[in-house]
């Protein structure tokens, strides 16, 4: 019986660890992501409060809501550089000739 407690014990540390190496992770994706978005002045203010509310949840220990919270700011950011290089792109379009 010790021993299933044991591995019990050991197990959720094991997944608490894997917990705060993955929202670490997300993190530094969603921050890598928000610097582009950031040098092309193009920022979106829900990337910023996602991320934002990714590094308090981590702060608290909410791993699992820092990671989401990162991979949600990482595919805001991630649109937003699209949208930048999109419109650097097309709008020539909308220049009159």
């Known amino acids: 019986m010790a021993l299933v407690v044991a591995a019990a014990v050991l197990g959720l540390g094991v997944a ?5 190496v993955d929202a670490a992770r997300a993190i530094a994706g969603a921050a890598a992501k928000m610097k ?5 002045d193009d920022q979106w203010t829900p990337a910023i409060a996602a991320f934002k509310a990714a590094k308090a949840a981590d702060a608290a220990g ?20 699209a949208q930048a290089r999109s419109q650097k792109r097309l709008w020539q379009n909308a220049v009159p000739r």
């Open 36 to 40: 582009i978005a950031a040098a092309l």
């Open 16 to 20: 608490h660890a894997a917990g705060k």
């Open 62 to 81: 909410d791993y699992a809501k820092a990671e989401a919270s990162a991979k949600r700011a990482e595919a805001l950011a991630a649109a937003s550089i």
